[in-house]
Antibody
């Protein structure tokens, strides 16, 4: 079955960096676009970034553009999120999600990982 | 950017009730809308995509409708396990955005 497992979260000081990973299994990772979504404590969902199946297209939320970088290693079925210049407002649970392209009307996020908590605090 | 609004942010209903959860987009998005259910401490779970298509494995009491700017998630016959927060999401254009969520409580 499809599984997504995030790791790499932890406590980091403001201005610091962190790299999140998401290991995928149970589907053909190299055929699927992937997303990162975050959720601050007690808040709603916020879409962060997308990467196309081959890594050639990437999109970011304005709130992280220039600070976060999404990438992937299809040989290792792994998605990454490099986070630099972290701020307290980046504190959140970060989820990776698989994109399912639809014949009509875009795509859906059909599988999600369990999330990894990032805490930015001094 | 396309904004999604969900109101109310909280609703309480009884087991067996028919519950409707609205979602409004700031501009027309055709049927580029999905619905997710999230329970505390868990990842979101896809319920509906393309505004009205039920995801495999989701109970048939869940249904979605609407297009353009007005959308609705309906739960026909609320069950105790439906206590959760429900989010709409537009996938019409980047940045993809989620609504603020509607929390459904069981009376």
């Amino acid at each position: 079955q499809v599984q997504l497992a995030e790791s790499g979260g932890g406590v980091v000081q403001p201005g610091g960096s962190l790299r999140l990973s998401c290991v995928a299994s149970g589907f053909n990772f190299s055929d699927s676009g992937m997303h990162w979504v975050r959720q601050a404590p007690g808040k709603g969902l916020e879409w962060m970034a997308f990467i196309r199946y081959d890594g050639r297209d990437k999109y970011y939320a304005d709130s992280v553009k220039g600070r976060f970088t999404i990438s992937r290693d299809n040989s290792k079925n792994t998605l990454f999120l490099q986070m630099n210049s972290l701020r307290s407002e980046d504190t959140a649970v970060f989820y990776c999600a698989k994109a399912e392209e639809l014949l009509w009307f875009g795509e859906s996020f059909d599988y999600w990982g369990q999330g990894t908590l990032v805490t930015v605090s001094s | 950017d396309i904004q999604l609004t969900q109101s109310p942010s909280f609703l309480s209903a009884s087991v067996g009730d028919r519950v409707t959860i609205p979602c409004r987009a700031s501009q027309g998005i055709s049927s580029y809308l999905a619905w997710y259910q999230q329970k505390p401490g868990k990842a979101p779970n896809l319920l509906i995509y393309a505004a009205s298509t039920l995801q495999n494995g989701v109970p048939s009491r869940f249904s979605g409708s609407g297009s353009g700017t007005e959308f609705t998630l309906t739960i026909s016959g609320l069950q105790p396990e439906d206590s959760a927060t429900y989010y709409c999401q537009q996938v019409h254009s980047y940045p993809f955005t989620f609504g603020p969520g509607t929390k459904v409580d069981i009376k």
